[in-house]
């Protein structure tokens, strides 16, 4: 297994420690070590792709795993956001139902044999959605008295992504779609 490849395995090894750290009260800074566990995720998050890339070491391991451990990594921290009450069932729902779809859209893709590379949009989305959450725990921990209207902001933010990423999705691969009617 290559760097880029166990970083993307260690990603999913640290989202059970995220959820321990976010949903008990196991230390008297379960918040920040939560923080801390989910930024590093972050960053493994543009490592992995950056060693993948730069050392030809692009796998379909990697192209599979990555973007599943991103979306369990962003799902466990939205819902464990919503279940505090610190982000809107509605915002949660409508960033889950989107990586449902693309999911559904990909594996129809692979289904006939074509794969579908990430956008600018999702890309953008993704690191929307992670700042997100890295604010709303930043924002957690000093129970909301700090960032103002930031995270707010960066929640509408994410929402908008997420939404023109689906529809951008869905228009530019609206051929593989239909391929699942076949």
């Known amino acids: 297994m290559n760097l880029a490849n166990k970083l993307t395995v260690f990603r999913m090894i640290l989202i059970p420690f995220f959820l321990l750290f976010f949903l008990t009260d196991f230390t008297a800074h379960n918040r920040l070590i939560a923080l ?3 930024a590093v995720a972050t960053i493994t998050d543009k490592l992995d792709g950056t060693i993948a890339k ?3 070491t692009v796998t379909n391991f990697g192209k599979f795993m990555d973007p599943m451990a991103d ?3 962003v799902c ?3 819902i464990c ?3 505090s009450g610190e982000l809107p069932a509605w915002v949660v729902l409508v960033i889950i139902a989107r990586e449902f779809a693309i999911s559904g859209i990909r594996q129809i893709a692979a289904d006939n044999g074509v794969a ?3 956008s600018a949009w999702g890309k953008a989305k993704t690191v929307a959605q992670m700042v997100m959450i890295i604010l709303l725990l930043i924002d957690g921990i000093f129970n909301g008295l700090t960032l103002g209207f930031l995270p ?3 929640i509408y933010l994410s929402v908008v992504l997420t939404v023109i990423s689906l529809v ?3 228009v530019k691969n609206r051929r593989v779609i239909t391929m699942g009617e076949m």
């Open 76 to 78: 466990s921290a939205l």
């Open 81 to 83: 956001l919503c279940a």
């Open 168 to 170: 951008e999705y869905i």
């Open 36 to 38: 801390i566990i989910f």
């Open 71 to 73: 979306k369990l990594l």
């Open 54 to 56: 730069r050392t030809g």
């Open 116 to 118: 579908i590379a990430a």
């Open 152 to 154: 707010e902001i960066l």
